[in-house]
């Protein structure tokens, strides 16, 4: 299964929200997970099962969809939330991951 | 305090063999399937392997199926990445990780600092 990401960057100001989408090339259910990653660090899981919220992920990340298609949306955007994202479909090994969303600070 | 620790990383000629160590704390290792996931210089997060519970279970992507074989140790709490057949292309930083709540379904929610490892002739 491959998952494309888009945008593959995105330019946003404290404040705004964004919007990534995730695309599964085969139905997946809500087998989603989405993660965050800052340069120098591992990734950190927010959303999985699609929409459910990782424990300690603040309420401005949600997330939504299912089948193939699926979306990350940040409210409300913060400093420490400029990062590079990216889905993760956990249906089947192996569990393959969208080439990642670069979140800028515009 | 949740942790797992990556070991084993260097520099290593093409064809050669390299192993990954990974030390798990703060949580009941055998309940856990567990993940090898890495990430070449610059680019995306790749899964490499997982295997489960009490190893009985194991999947490797298709670009390391045959050269790279994953086991675990449960009376020293550790997951392991064997590496043979070394390639360039497996240039990477190496992490482990662990499924969330067990199982494959929900994600990979604690990982450990990464282990890089370098093919370079």
């Known amino acids: 299964i491959q998952m494309t990401q888009s945008p593959s960057s995105v330019s946003a100001s404290v404040g705004d929200r964004v919007t990534i989408t995730c695309r599964a090339t085969q139905a997946i259910g809500t087998w989603l997970a989405w993660y965050q990653q800052k340069p120098g660090r591992a990734p950190k899981l927010l959303i999985y099962t699609a929409l459910t919220l990782h424990s300690g992920v603040p309420s401005r990340f949600s997330g939504s969809g299912s089948g193939t298609d699926f979306t990350l949306t940040i409210n409300n955007l913060q400093p420490e939330d400029f990062a590079t994202y990216y889905c993760?479909?956990?249906?089947?090994?192996?569990?393959?991951f969208g080439q990642g969303t670069k979140v800028e600070i515009k | 305090e949740v942790q797992l620790v990556e070991s084993g990383g260097g520099v290593v000629q093409p064809g050669g063999s390299l192993r990954l160590s990974c030390a798990a704390s703060g949580f009941n290792f055998d309940d856990y399937t567990m993940h090898w996931v890495r990430q070449a210089p610059g680019k995306g997060l790749e899964s490499v392997s997982q295997?489960?519970?009490?190893?009985?279970?194991?999947y490797y992507a298709a670009s390391v199926k045959g050269r790279f074989t994953v086991s675990r140790d449960k009376n020293k709490d550790s997951l392991y990445l064997q590496m043979t057949s070394l390639k360039t292309e497996d240039t990477a930083l190496y992490y482990c990780?662990?499924?969330?709540?067990?199982?494959?379904?929900?994600?990979?929610?604690?990982w450990g600092q990464g282990t890089t490892v370098i093919v370079s002739s």
């Open positions: 295997i489960n519970w009490d190893g009985s279970d194991t």
């Open positions: 990780a662990r499924a969330a709540f067990g199982g494959n379904s929900y994600g990979l929610d604690v």
């Open positions: 993760q479909q956990t249906d089947n090994f192996p569990p393959t």
